[in-house]
């Protein structure tokens, strides 16, 4: 098993830059989870060290006044920080989930399906920051449908890449083999 997930991992990390091909469920899922594990780990991290930069930034001593933006100024750098994140996630995943759609004969554009809504919240929570209050709640509401949206696409993509693969020859060329 553990060869198995390490071979898959290999695999994946050396044809990072070829989308063309297929692979099987076998040789994309124990690198997506490793992927997946590994960004939730560094988004704790990076969760952590704003909040705590907040709580010691706005805990003054005792007659000095807390400065009102020393929060959203760890924020905004939160959010650069998430959206570098979000990028370097997308550029580990993309050639294997294309590889995977291929397998099963689909169109690895079909990757792309939760991008904009992933990008549309990014950046609608940098400008929730600057929103004025009446503003605010509208944006509020249209990122949350947003966010709806964001969720559906990317159920919709995690089912077709745990879809069967192709016994046959596709258009994307043959099956890959069986091992990793």
């Known amino acids: 098993m553990a060869n198995m997930w390490v071979s898959s991992v290999k695999h994946c990390v050396s044809n ?20 997946v594990v590994l960004d ?19 805990a003054q001593p005792a ?10 100024d760890y924020f905004s750098s939160l959010l650069v920080v998430m959206a570098a994140i979000v990028g370097i996630t ?14 099963r004969g689909s169109s690895g554009l079909w990757g792309l399906l939760p991008v904009p809504f992933l990008a549309t919240g990014i950046f609608g929570m940098a400008m929730f920051r600057a ?9 509020m509401m249209l990122l949350g449908l947003n966010n709806i949206a964001y969720l559906v696409s990317g159920i919709v993509l995690v089912v077709m890449l745990a879809s069967p693969s192709q016994a046959v020859e596709n258009r994307f060329g043959p099956p890959p083999a069986a091992s990793v």
């Open 40 to 58: 939730f780990v560094v988004w704790f991290i990076c969760v952590s060290v704003t909040i705590s930069r907040i709580r010691t930034g706005l």
């Open 63 to 72: 007659g000095v006044a807390a400065s009102p933006s020393a929060g959203t």
């Open 90 to 103: 997308i550029l580990l995943m993309a050639s294997a989930v294309v590889r995977r759609l291929h397998d």
């Open 16 to 35: 990072l830059g070829r989308i063309e091909g297929r692979d099987r469920r076998n040789q994309f899922w124990p690198y997506a989870g490793t992927v």
């Open 131 to 139: 929103a004025s209050p009446g503003d605010a709640s509208q944006l």
